[in-house]
């Protein structure tokens, strides 16, 4: 009975091994497409464009903690609408690119609507294309804080030092004192507005590349997640090493068994 139950043994663990491996394999499978498939999309990022392709999904971007800012400021320049909100800059609905310096004012001027940022004045046609950036090498004041129209038709400008007034080429720049004008004045956005501009300015919260990124390493769970990617890690150690150990096991059971059939009297 003993000599029974020892060779018994080996079979008993042989087997354990083969059901848990087999359990682990399918656990593991699930990460492994998890992982593959996100592996293989973010290897095409620049062809998919997924940097510049954005989440809509409410639920993900409450996930992420991505709201839109309260404070928004709305300039009227002829029948456009002016708003920023936090760093973004919108022309009605469309958020203007490359532009996110707070917005100082923004005014109707000849034939153009002239928005002021921090150092710069930006030329726009009235259907918001935009011409050109004028700066402080084309005669631009540093310290811009309001913008509007002078008594006599010129752009005006208060500056940290003074007022300016410049013609409608932007060519001559005259600095006074004190000045007459009419400056663009910051206003609430309606609600209707506003409530579109939340939701526009949320849908740019959140890139697939960063969402894909997230799920590929975890952190979309937080620090749960990372754990959670570790724990697949380490199932697929597993996997490799009971495979491993199957494998050499039964190699050498099917080595024994051949020698025993070529040995006389092994059936006895």
């Known amino acids: 009975m ?13 087997k354990s091994v083969y059901i848990w491996h087999r359990y682990l394999g399918l656990a593991a ?7 593959s498939g996100t592996g293989l999309v973010l290897n095409h990022t620049e062809e998919l464009a997924l940097d510049s392709r ?32 936090g760093n973004q800059v919108y022309w009605n609905l469309t958020r203007i690119p490359q532009v996110s310096a707070p917005l100082i004012g923004a005014v109707q001027f000849a034939d153009l609507v002239v928005l002021g940022i921090e150092g710069q004045l930006l030329l726009f046609t009235r259907q ?46 005259h600095e006074t004192d004190s000045l007459d004008a009419r ?9 209707a507005l506003r409530a579109a ?23 979309i769970l937080g620090n749960w997640g990372v ?15 009971s495979g491993i150990w199957l494998w050499s096991r039964r190699r050498a059971s099917t080595r024994a068994h051949r020698r025993s059939r070529r040995t006389p009297g092994s059936s006895n």
């Open 197 to 219: 501009l939340q939701e526009s300015w949320r849908g740019t919260g959140l890139t697939l590349e960063r969402m894909l990124l997230d799920i590929h390493s975890g952190r």
């Open 54 to 85: 954005h989440v809509g999904s409410a639920f993900l971007l409450d996930w992420y903690g991505i709201h839109a800012p309260e404070e928004m400021r709305s300039f009227t320049a002829g029948t456009a609408t002016i708003t920023s909100a």
């Open 128 to 173: 918001g294309e935009l011409i050109e950036r004028l700066d402080g090498s084309t005669g631009v004041p540093a310290g811009m804080q309001a913008l509007g129209l002078a008594a006599d038709g010129m752009l005006a400008i208060q500056a940290a030092h003074g007022y300016y007034r410049v013609d409608e080429n932007f060519l001559e720049w």
């Open 227 to 241: 754990y959670l990617v570790d724990l697949a890690a380490s199932l697929f150690l597993l996997l490799a090493i």
């Open 2 to 14: 003993t000599s029974h139950k020892r060779k018994k043994a080996p079979a008993r663990l042989l």
């Open 29 to 35: 499978a699930l990460f492994v497409l998890l992982l």
């Open 183 to 191: 400056w663009a004045t910051a206003l609430a956005p309606s609600t």
